[in-house]
């Protein structure tokens, strides 16, 4: 009797087991199943597609892009961003973050929409051991284009002198009036006068508080970014088994956050400084984990390159004086993985 009420007991203790996990595999099936590959073909503006497909009347009439864009934006992280391997994609593909950036342009989004966009892939970064090279060249080729328009200045700064002027035309133009006007009384006078100089300067104050508004949405989004590269950076890892396109990836990431400065977003010499450095200190790095896998071809490619002027980066002025340039540190870099790749394949020294 005790070893039946026994079996029965394990029965009901694996049927619930069974049950929980046939609950936990659906809800991982969610969020393990997919590959690099199928998020690959997994299109952001899929959703975009759908929802005009669903909703064309109501999205033409009473709904502006903006929220058509968050509509998108939340169905992209319910079923995308949140998914446990989606770091691990993010790792090794940055067509998602390309794909929002050109979704951007196509509607027009403000700099609100596309911080909230690359904040997220901020934070998903931050999860992610490593970065492929290729992840962080696509997404520098595409945005000095893509996001140029949200650092171009629309208004001049704000001038008491241009002011003045504005006030005292008002006051000749209100005198002018006051001395063909004989019916005009005194009293008339000044209050048409104060009300059109109250009137002008509150416009020009408003106009100057909106772009004051602008300066700090840009500048919150030049910072944004920054962090976000330079977080990208510090992650970086280059294919050694590839060897031949190590170097040539390298210089297209150099280039391209030089170009960053040329579209003025990176606007300050101090902080493309960083972000260079960051890219020597990671690439160093990357050497000394492995220069024994890396032929003498691949540093002789990249000593020849340096010695003859043509890394532009590493041929800028330091910002800080009377320190070792990024040059000096690339070149020592270059020689110590160059000895222990040669050690190593000779006498087998590690």
């Known amino acids: 009797m005790k070893i039946k009420n026994l079996i029965t007991i394990i029965i009901g203790i694996i049927s619930l087991f069974s049950n929980n996990a046939y609950t936990t595999n659906n809800y991982l099936v969610n969020f393990t199943e997919l590959t690099p ?6 299109s952001i503006k899929y959703y975009i597609n759908t929802e005009n497909d669903q909703n064309c009347t109501n999205i033409t009439k ?4 903006s ?29 998602h973050f390309v794909e929002f950036l050109e979704l951007s342009n196509e509607l027009n989004l403000d700099e609100e929409s596309i911080y909230t966009c690359i904040r997220l892939f901020h ?25 140029e328009r949200y650092f171009v200045k629309t208004r001049k700064p704000f001038n008491l002198k241009l002011l003045k002027q504005s006030i005292d035309k008002i006051i000749m133009s209100k005198l002018s009036s006051y001395s063909q006007n004989l019916q005009m009384t005194e009293n008339n006078l000044f209050n048409n006068l104060s009300k059109e100089i109250f009137k002008n300067t509150k416009k020009e104050f408003n106009a100057q508080k909106r772009e004051s508004e602008d300066i700090y949405k840009r500048e919150r989004l ?8 330079e977080l990208t950076i510090s992650k970086l890892i280059w294919n050694h088994k590839n060897y031949s396109n190590i170097w040539s990836s390298l210089l297209n990431i150099s280039n391209n956050l030089l170009k960053l400065a040329e579209y003025k977003i990176i606007d300050h010499m101090d902080d493309l400084d960083d972000l260079l450095w960051s890219l020597v200190h990671r ?57 222990r790749s040669l050690a190593f394949r000779e006498i087998g020294i590690f």
Not at 37 to 42: R, V
Not at 123 to 147: A, F, G, R, T
Not at 305 to 331: A, C, M, P, R
């Open 62 to 65: 009473s709904n502006s892009k």
């Open 67 to 95: 929220s058509q864009f968050n509509r998108v934006l939340s169905k992209y992280v319910k079923e995308i961003y949140n998914n446990n391997s989606y770091a691990n994609f993010l790792s090794q593909n940055g067509t």
């Open 123 to 147: 934070n998903k970064i931050k999860s992610c051991i490593v970065v492929d090279d290729n992840v962080l060249n696509q997404m520098l080729d595409s945005m000095p284009e893509l996001m």
């Open 222 to 229: 030049r910072s944004l970014i920054i962090k976000f590269i």
């Open 283 to 339: 690439f160093i790095f990357f050497l000394d984990l492995v220069a024994t896998q890396l032929p003498s071809e691949f540093f002789e490619e990249a000593e020849n390159y340096i010695l003859n002027g043509t890394v532009f980066f590493l041929e800028l002025e330091e910002q800080d004086k009377g320190i070792k340039t990024k040059k000096e540190f690339f070149l020592q870099a270059l020689i110590d993985a160059k000895t």
């Open 37 to 42: 590959l199928e998020y690959s073909n997994m």
